[in-house]
């Protein structure tokens, strides 16, 4: 894990020791960038860490309440829509929902939720560089089914699994520039397991992927 740490702390220390320096506005400006996004980056990482050493000291905690499950998804829509990855890359982004406004309620853990849903949108973002993403819901008998399909950079057949790993990021050639740390789907897998629901991809490499997340029984409706 230290190396893990270390490169996004060498990546602000490095670059603030030479904003001095710096020969032009344009330059000062591209090295507080650099430091900006490897401070985000290890911000994402600290949080990573304190919510695996939760659920390994068996401290995290599942809270339940009644929202509206379209209000979550636009929320979500709304959030990444305008996502760096998704305007500079000018990906066509998009939702539907599975259920009308007037009868959405849903009763489960809207934080994890939300936290899960985010994930798997969000690297929807991160890997894919042209095309579309796409995201929805559909629930038969009390079965939440979240599904996101990205036109991205797909993942190998041997690896579709690993990924569920910790700090498996497939290979760094793959996730260079992408803010990876490779913890975001073992935390969230967890979650979900605790949760009573599971993930699943399907993928296609250089063609696309199909994420889909279930909430099986423990999903209930009280409206
Ligand atoms: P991170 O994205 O921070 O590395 P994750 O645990 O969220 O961590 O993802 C693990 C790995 O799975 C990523 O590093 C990437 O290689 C692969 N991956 C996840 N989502 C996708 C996707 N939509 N398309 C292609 N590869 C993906």
Redesign the pocket.
């Known amino acids: 894990m230290s190396h893990e740490i270390r490169t996004p702390m060498n990546g602000i220390m490095g670059f603030a020791s030479i904003l001095r320096e710096a020969d032009s506005e344009e330059e000062f400006n591209e090295f507080v960038d650099a430091i900006i996004s490897s401070g985000e980056h290890l911000l994402?990482l600290i949080n990573d860490i304190i919510d695996l050493s939760k659920i390994e000291a068996g401290i995290l905690q599942i809270e339940k309440s009644k929202f509206e499950l379209n209000r979550l998804t636009k929320e979500i829509y709304e959030m990444l829509s305008v996502d760096a990855n998704v305007v500079s890359k000018n990906i066509k982004f998009s939702y539907t929902d599975g259920l009308p406004d007037d009868d959405c309620m849903v009763y489960t853990d809207r934080m994890r939720l939300k936290q899960i849903m985010i994930?798997?949108v969000n690297?929807?973002c991160?890997?894919?560089d042209q095309g579309s993403i796409l995201f929805f819901y559909t629930i038969k008998n009390g079965t939440l089914e979240f599904t996101?399909k990205?036109t991205?950079?797909?993942?190998r057949d041997d690896?579709q699994e690993s990924?569920?790993d910790r700090f498996?990021?497939?290979?760094v050639s793959?996730?260079e520039g992408?803010?990876?740390?490779?913890?975001?789907?073992?935390?969230?897998k967890t979650y979900l397991n605790m949760m009573g629901g599971n993930i699943h991809?399907k993928?296609k490499l250089g063609v696309?992927?199909e994420?889909t997340i279930e909430f099986l029984d423990h999903f209930n409706f009280e409206n």
């Not at 992408?178 to 969230?188: F, P």
């Open positions: 994402n994930n798997v690297n929807a991160k890997y894919t996101v990205d991205g950079i797909g993942i690896l990924i569920f498996m990021q497939v290979s793959r996730t992408r803010n990876s740390t490779g913890l975001g789907l073992a935390i969230k991809v993928s696309g992927s994420f």
